[in-house]
C-alpha cells in the first residue's frame, strides 16, 4: 500500500480574504449607499393630506371607541388647525378641556366642519348637551353625525381634498373628494 502525501498549508499559501479585509470592504460599501440614498419625506401635496387625513380618522375613531370603553361622554372643537378634546363633567355639567388633540403634520393642511342634515341628527346633535361642542361622544358608542373636510389651505385643484364621514352609529368612512 502505498501512501501519497498532501502537500502542506500555510498561512502564507491560502488564497481568500481576511476578516479585517471584509469588515473594510463592507464599511467602504456602507459610506457609498448612505452618500447615495435619499432620505425619505412627503414632499408631495396630495400625500401629505392623506396621511392627515388618516390620522384625523384614527383619532376619532379612537375617541369614540374611548368613550364607550371608559364610559365617559367626550366632545370635541373643530377648528382649521386642530381638533380638541372635552370631557363631560356629570356632577357639574360642564365640559372640562383634556391635554389631547390633533393637529395635521403638515403646515398646509386644514381641516373644516361641514354641518350635516339636521333631519339626520341623532338625539345627540339635538341635545343641548352637544351644542358646546362640535362632537360629541356617548359612552353607548353612539356620536353626533358629522363631515369632515380635510384639504390643502392653498389648493384650487381636485384632489387633494377628502372627506370623513361619520353617522353616529356605524364605523366613520373616508373618501377622496
Not at 464599511?27 to 452618500?35: Q, Y
Not at 356617548?138 to 377628502?162: C, W
Request: hydrophobic letters at 40%; aromatic letters at 8%.
Amino acid at each position: 500500500m502505498r501512501c501519497i502525501a498532501k502537500p502542506s498549508s500555510s498561512f502564507s499559501q491560502q488564497k481568500g480574504f481576511t476578516l479585517l479585509e471584509l469588515m473594510v470592504v463592507l464599511v467602504i460599501i456602507g459610506s457609498l449607499l448612505g452618500m447615495v440614498t435619499v432620505a425619505y419625506q412627503v414632499d408631495d401635496d396630495e400625500e401629505a393630506v392623506r396621511l392627515d387625513a388618516q390620522s384625523v380618522r384614527l383619532f376619532i375613531q379612537h375617541q369614540i371607541d374611548q368613550s364607550w370603553l371608559d364610559g365617559k361622554t367626550l366632545g370635541a372643537k373643530v377648528s382649521a388647525r386642530e381638533i380638541n378634546l372635552f370631557e363631560f363633567d356629570l356632577d357639574n355639567e360642564v365640559w372640562l378641556e383634556t391635554e389631547f388633540n390633533w393637529e395635521p403634520d403638515s403646515e398646509q393642511v386644514e381641516v373644516s366642519l361641514l354641518l350635516s342634515d339636521t333631519e339626520k341628527a341623532g338625539d345627540i346633535a339635538k341635545s343641548s348637551l352637544a351644542r358646546e361642542v362640535d362632537l360629541a361622544f356617548v359612552a353607548s358608542g353612539e356620536y353626533s353625525p358629522f363631515k369632515l373636510n380635510i384639504r390643502i389651505i392653498d389648493d384650487t385643484s381636485d384632489g387633494h381634498s377628502f372627506l370623513l364621514e361619520g353617522d353616529g352609529v356605524n364605523a366613520l368612512e373616508l373618501s377622496e373628494n
